[in-house]
């Protein structure tokens, strides 16, 4: 299946922010500790999934900080025998999915980041708008603006943000 196939079938939807996030995230945080228990020393809930008042694509988000010295093929196939599909990879960075279907969205879907310890500003940007709702509701205000021209294009959608995620961040 190419890219856009793949984004026509997983468009991006916003959705008010729901309670159970934090539940999920939770269960779903319990697992990997578990799963990683050799490698894994920090795990979040990360994303817009983490912030309550706003909208956010129905995604988990999570962030496992590992040790670089880690054995990083390890990991990746510990992962990969547990469900999770491996969606990127690089020396100090993999990203995993869990929860889509050939039919479309599962009821939970989950993205999961490992980065090396300390690679962590998604925490540093979630803690901030959880702190500063009115930058929140301007995050909101973006995605929701950014949303009919992306809904397609996931990568498209992500860069938009980017900008401001950097001028949040340099606040932080």
Not at 21 to 31: L, P, S
Not at 55 to 62: E, G, R, S, T, Y
Not at 86 to 114: L, Q, W
Not at 131 to 155: F, M, T
Request: aromatic letters at 10%; charged letters at 25%.
């Amino acid at each position: 299946m190419t890219l856009e196939e793949l984004w026509q079938l997983f468009p991006i939807v916003l959705t008010p922010h729901q309670p159970q996030w934090k539940d999920w995230a939770k269960v779903e945080i319990d697992n990997l500790f578990t799963l990683l228990s050799e490698y894994a020393s920090v795990i979040n809930h990360i994303g817009s999934t983490a912030i309550p008042g706003i909208q956010a694509k129905p995604i988990i988000d999570i962030l496992i900080e590992i040790l670089p010295n880690a054995d990083w093929q390890q990991v990746r196939a510990t992962m990969e025998d547990a469900g999770y599909v491996c969606m990127s990879s690089s020396d100090n960075r993999m990203s995993f999915n869990k929860g889509y279907t050939p039919e479309g969205y599962a009821e939970k879907v989950f993205h999961i980041h490992i980065h090396a310890i300390g690679d962590n500003d998604e925490i540093l940007f979630r803690n901030y708008l959880n702190n500063h709702q009115e930058v929140a509701l301007e995050y909101e205000k973006l995605k929701l603006n950014l949303l009919p021209k992306y809904k397609h294009d996931r990568d498209g959608y992500t860069d938009a943000k980017s900008l401001f995620i950097k001028k949040t961040l340099s606040k932080s």
